[in-house]
């Protein structure tokens, strides 16, 4: 298991004993606060992992800090690296500048929420980018890293430090993760088991997402995002924002 899971995996088992442990992390949300009207799907299939004892190590999030990740800009997980402030202070000019690309999309985030997906160590729900502007926004904020900060003065910024991730989703739940193939440790056997436990995982979830979630999906929509300064592992937002922006 790779060094940044182990240290995830701390973190998923103090959230599950309701302590937090401080961390530094910097991250660009969307669709939050979440639509209210996914409210009632979500509650009942939060209710249903929580009753489950396959997910009985798992830490389920509240619908008040549910969100969609649009970058992390520097993982909690990562050694801490320079001075915070000016990390800050750095994105807020970088999307700033994105911003005023003539390519960035205007208007609301569309989304479709249909499915959802047990992985080793969460539970996530997914979106269809019904007009592609999560990944225009993704693509241009990549771009003016990689050209606009020299210009800026940030001459020896690693720009791989940043994390553009390739789905949009909302994380429902996490849980340690299990190792699924054979490394230090975990012989073939075990990994075997931990291959079969996953599997049972997911067609567990995929029951209880048919129970209650609607088979159309449910459409949501986002007006703003978000900067969030990540002091709470797995981060919490309405604890943590630090700079908004209006997409209308």
Not at 184 to 194: C, I, K, Q
Request: net charge negative.
């Amino acid at each position: 298991m790779g060094e940044e899971n182990i240290v995830a995996n701390k973190y998923i088992k103090g959230l599950e004993n309701g302590t937090s442990e401080e961390c530094w992390g910097l991250v660009l949300i969307t669709n939050f606060p979440c639509d209210p009207s996914m409210q009632d799907a979500y509650e009942s299939l939060a209710n249903d992992i929580k009753n489950e004892p396959m997910f009985k190590d798992a830490y389920v999030y509240p619908f008040s800090t549910l969100h969609t990740t649009l970058l992390t800009c520097y993982s909690f997980t990562r050694p801490p690296l320079g001075s915070q402030e000016l990390k800050e202070a750095r994105q807020d000019l970088l999307i700033e500048h994105a911003m005023s690309h003539p390519e960035w999309p205007r208007g609301k985030i569309k989304l479709r929420c249909k499915e959802a997906v047990a992985y080793p160590d969460a539970v996530v729900l997914m979106y269809d980018d019904v007009d592609k502007a999560i990944e225009n926004i993704r693509r241009i904020l990549k771009e003016e890293a990689e050209n606009k900060l020299p210009q800026m003065g940030y001459k020896n910024i690693d720009v791989s430090l940043a994390h553009f991730p390739t789905i949009m989703h909302s994380t429902v739940a996490r849980h340690p993760g299990l190792q699924v193939f054979p490394s230090e440790g975990v012989d073939d056997l075990e990994a075997a088991g931990h291959r079969e436990i996953e599997l049972a995982r997911q067609e567990c979830f995929d029951s209880i997402m048919r129970k209650n979630w609607p088979s159309e999906g449910l459409a949501v929509s986002a007006e703003k995002m978000h900067l969030v300064v990540e002091k709470v592992p797995y981060m919490h937002p309405p604890q943590n924002l630090h700079s908004t922006w209006n997409l209308i």
